[in-house]
């Protein structure tokens, strides 16, 4: 399947290149991104060439592959600080961590899916997909369940549409239609549940983060195994989740950045 650039115009058909690099997840041949590229063999050339010149790309010539540059190693950072919920939500993940000792997540939603911002391991941890920096499908995770729930109409409308309902497991939604009718559910219970539908054994139970006039910023689970545990055991952690969350939530809602909060403060002078 060719890859599509997700954007309009230069910069987001050479966003698209990026994207396709690194979905690959490994130092890739100019020949096989080529073969799985919308471009011609010369437009593709040029971005890539622009993006190695840039830093976003780096080119081993012995090998003669491209993988991600460090520049974006430098932007990731930034925007793990600047823009994501991750440093409000440190201690209050710390202090819930602690306290229940399995594996919790922070998520934010990226366009329609779901991206993992940060994560604490549980005290005995359990391999599995969800990792900080990893983007996965919104409509079959707890986390992305819990936050679809609690969009307005007009960006749920949005979003739906986008999803794969591609089915993982048995227990995956394999529909629009039933997708709607959990995120129903969710609404009225005030948090949503993986049941073994993103990968075999794995089951979360995750809260929204809404702030007091009801706006989504993101969602955290608390995810273990089946061979474990139990979601009806899972849903007994709800309370202490639900008061790690309005925590963030107030937090974040007030939150200035350093410079952003420096300069309010002299214009107040």
Known sequence: MKAESKGSGTVGKALGVLDQIAAYGRPVRFSDLLSDSEFPKATLYRFLQTLTTEGLLAYDPDRQTYSLGVRLVRLA???????????????????????????????????????????????RP????????????????GVGKAMLAFLTDADLARILPQQSYHRFTASTCGSQAELVAELEAIRLRGYAFDREEHEPRIICVAVPILTGKNRMHGAISVTSSTERTSLKQLETLVPDMRDATRKIAAEAEFWRFPMEQKTMQTAER
């Open 77 to 123: 950072h930034a925007a793990w600080a600047q823009s994501s919920l991750a440093p409000v939500a440190r201690p209050y993940l710390d202090a819930l961590s602690h306290r229940i000792g399995e594996t919790i997540h922070l998520a934010q939603l990226d366009n329609a899916h779901v991206l993992y911002v940060d994560k604490r391991n549980a005290r």
């Open 126 to 141: 359990i391999e599995m997909f969800s990792q900080a920096g990893k983007v996965g499908p919104a409509y079959c995770t």
